[in-house]
């Protein structure tokens, strides 16, 4: 039903399998070699922009290890994410307090770390930052869109009108804090590239308006992710996501665009992982049934989260791709029936597909692993591998052998 070569080059995909075919299934590998092409290229197609890599999206060791090597910033959704990164000397002036959803306690843990740039959408939240992270840079989050051309949207929960938005920043000149810009989040896997044109319109309005009725001079736009994976569904090329935007903001400031902040994740990873599972048993539910029912040992619960309402459709492959297909349901191993991956998108997989072989989830390299349960029905979480110059190393960044 797809062809991998579309996804992975033969040579990354011979490497894969080398280095993987001693791993009891199922697992997740992860190509740093990967992950450094599309931070490059992220680099070269926003060279103005300061990257702020999500960690919440794969939050291994040797990823972050490797970022902090190509000189990425962290955005940060938690005090134990935050502990996982100043454990590796990443130094918390390039730290950034991403989640708008925090204890009061939590902001003092940051702040006694040196963490200085917090992110907020709300008053209560803004207070709690003004008391325990006083004299910090706040960035206030505006609500976009809720668009259908996001596949995983993250703009209903986050964010506030920017009107509020405008309040927020008053009060945090008023207590002390230094009003440090805006953002957004367009929505995961934004196809539309046209949504950051919206936000950024937004975001002139707001600084506009408080500089002139408030002497407020914000100094940073914060764009947050969106960029895509690459999933079934046809996206733009990165290069045309940036010359786009770099329109947009170059339509709205002119030549005095304000420093940006990117905080991709999805982008960066996805494209890095293949989560390998086995077939647990192929059946079907009446004699006469044209679709099989493919069990495997990877669901919802450990890795494939993201099927959640079928949003991410991930190519799945096998080693017997090339001949005669046939329909199937797609289901995980557990005794849960929320645990099925894809019935309404029609999935083929070869018709001699047999219990016992393997199937290959490509693009599974953002939120997949670090999203598994802990022991749902008892199965483990999955284990994630990462593959680097010089071997294989677990989540923990210690090497292993196969
Ligand atoms: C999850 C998240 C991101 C990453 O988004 P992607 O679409 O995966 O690139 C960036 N910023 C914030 C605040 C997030 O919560």
């Given at each position: 039903m797809f062809n991998r070569s579309e996804y992975i080059s033969d040579k990354e995909w011979q490497r894969f399998r080398d280095a993987s075919e001693n791993f009891a299934t199922p697992n997740l590998f992860i190509n740093l070699r990967t992950i450094k092409q599309h931070f490059v290229q992220l680099k070269d197609s926003f060279p103005y922009a300061h990257i702020y890599y999500a960690v919440k999206s794969n939050p291994g060791v040797p990823v972050i290890r490797m970022l902090d090597e190509l000189g990425s910033n962290f955005d940060i959704a938690s005090r134990y994410e935050l502990d996982s990164v100043?454990?590796?000397?990443?130094?918390?002036?390039?730290?950034?307090?991403?989640?708008?959803?925090?204890?009061?306690?939590?902001?003092?843990?940051?702040?006694?770390?040196?963490?200085?740039?917090?992110?907020?959408?709300?008053?209560?939240?803004?207070?709690?930052?003004?008391?325990?992270?006083?004299?910090?840079?706040?960035?206030?989050?505006?609500?976009?869109?809720?668009?259908?051309?996001?596949?995983?949207?993250?703009?209903?929960?986050?964010?506030?009108?920017?009107?509020?938005?405008?309040?927020?920043?008053?009060?945090?000149?008023?207590?002390?804090?230094?009003?440090?810009?805006?953002?957004?989040?367009?929505?995961?896997?934004?196809?539309?590239?046209?949504?950051?044109?919206?936000?950024?319109?937004?975001?002139?309005?707001?600084?506009e308006s408080l500089e002139d009725e408030e002497g407020i001079k914000l100094t940073m736009i914060n764009m947050g992710g969106g960029f895509p994976a690459h999933y079934i569904q046809p996206t733009n090329e990165l290069s045309e996501y940036a010359s786009e935007i770099t329109r947009y903001l170059e339509d709205d400031f002119g030549s005095d665009i304000p420093s940006i902040i990117l905080e991709p994740g999805r982008s960066l990873v996805g494209d890095s992982g293949i989560l390998t599972s086995e077939v647990v048993l192929i059946s079907r539910k009446n004699n006469t049934a044209l679709q099989r029912w493919v069990y495997q040992d990877s669901g919802k619960f450990n890795g494939l989260i993201e099927t959640l309402d079928e949003s991410i459709k991930y190519p799945v492959v096998t080693d017997k791709d090339g001949g005669r297909e046939g329909e199937v349901i797609l289901a995980g191993p557990t005794c849960d029936s929320a645990d099925i991956m894809y019935e309404n998108e029609k999935y083929k997989l070869p018709v001699d597909l047999k219990i016992g072989d393997k199937l290959y989830w490509l693009t599974t390299g953002a939120y997949t692993s670090s999203y598994a349960s802990v022991n749902f029905n008892g199965f483990p979480p999955i284990q994630a591998y990462y593959m680097t110059e010089d071997g294989v190393y677990d989540a923990a960044g210690n090497k292993v052998e196969s």
């Open positions: 100043l454990a590796l000397n990443i130094s918390p002036d390039r730290i950034s307090y991403g989640n708008t959803i925090k204890k009061a306690l939590d902001i003092k843990y940051f702040y006694d770390k040196g963490v200085r740039m917090f992110a907020t959408d709300s008053k209560e939240d803004l207070k709690n930052i003004a008391k325990y992270a006083p004299g910090s840079r706040v960035y206030v989050r505006i609500l976009v869109e809720n668009s259908s051309t996001a596949d995983w949207p993250l703009s209903r929960k986050f964010g506030c009108h920017p009107d509020m938005a405008y309040d927020l920043l008053v009060q945090a000149r008023d207590s002390g804090l230094t009003p440090y810009g805006i953002s957004f989040h367009v929505g995961s896997q934004q196809r539309d590239i046209g949504q950051w044109n919206d936000a950024i319109a937004k975001t002139k309005y707001l600084y």
